[in-house]
């Protein structure tokens, strides 16, 4: 059962994808805030942090001009957001609470765009899946690569990428059974549950932090770059762990510099 005709999900999209571009735009610039930028730095933020996700969607997809170009709103809404986070300060936690809904809000918003956006490009669901995904998490990422910060989507942090992954599996599946407005709002509720999960009570992944391979080999070496630089560092038994049998040292062969002979003093007689 679908509520919307055609016309009306072309225009619920659009405000969504409008909604998330100005939410994005004021968390870069709260982000530029923290870091004491200018007015320009803002700006800069906030533009990477609002579209960037959605031109790379629509590079992407080949669907004609990014959307962000073709459209006159875009611009305007982004420079609006990072405007709104250089004039408004927020206290920590006021900021901490509305921080979490509005990340989870454009990550839903920004997952059933992108899904839209790629059905109506004429692909198939997995690469909806992809274009969700990509749409919800890639100005983020673009931004933090451009603050030279790890980007959140690589982990280390609540659910994020996996939220979007979900969202857009969602919005999939309710296109495939002729409900897509019903998706919406299901993959919208689904991303705020999700993130205030993560959030809240620690929700996410697990790493591989923790597990080293068990070798001797690697284990030598892991002590040698404890105590000093790496290979040419480590202790002779990992280093002749790693010559062949039999084979003299010489060319294509490891050694460290103590295997080299002590060249004679010109200078001396």
Request: hydrophobic share 50%; charged share 15%.
């Amino acid at each position: 059962m679908n509520l919307l005709t055609v016309d009306g999900l072309a225009s619920v999209t659009n405000v969504l994808d409008l909604a998330g571009v100005f939410a994005s735009a004021l968390l870069g610039g709260s982000i530029a805030r923290t870091m004491d930028f200018d007015l320009f730095g803002f700006l800069v933020v906030g533009f990477v942090s609002g579209l960037g996700g959605g031109l790379l969607r629509d590079v992407l997809l080949q669907n004609g001009p990014p959307v962000a170009l073709t459209d006159p709103l875009y611009l305007p809404v982004a420079v609006a957001g990072a405007l709104v986070a250089f004039f408004v300060s927020f206290s920590e936690r006021t900021w901490d609470r509305l921080f979490t809904v509005l990340d989870a809000a454009v990550i839903g918003f920004w997952a059933v765009v992108g899904v839209q956006r790629t059905f109506d490009a004429g692909l198939e669901w997995p690469a909806a899946v992809i274009m969700g995904t990509v749409t919800a998490v890639g100005g983020g990422a673009m931004r933090d690569m451009l603050l030279r910060r790890v980007p959140a989507v690589f982990g280390g942090n609540a659910l994020y990428a996996t939220v979007a992954v979900a969202a857009s599996l969602v919005m999939v599946v309710a296109s495939w059974l002729g409900s897509p407005s019903i998706g919406i709002l299901v993959a919208i509720l689904l991303s705020l549950l999700l993130r205030w999960g993560a959030v809240r009570r620690g929700w996410g992944l697990p790493n591989g932090r923790n597990w080293q391979p068990q070798s001797r080999l690697a284990s030598l070496l892991r002590r040698g770059r404890g105590r000093g630089r790496g290979l040419r560092l480590a202790r002779p038994d990992a280093v002749r762990l790693l010559r062949r049998p039999g084979r003299r040292a010489g060319a294509g062969s490891v050694h460290t510099d103590a295997d080299a002979p002590i060249p004679a003093d010109p200078d001396q007689d």
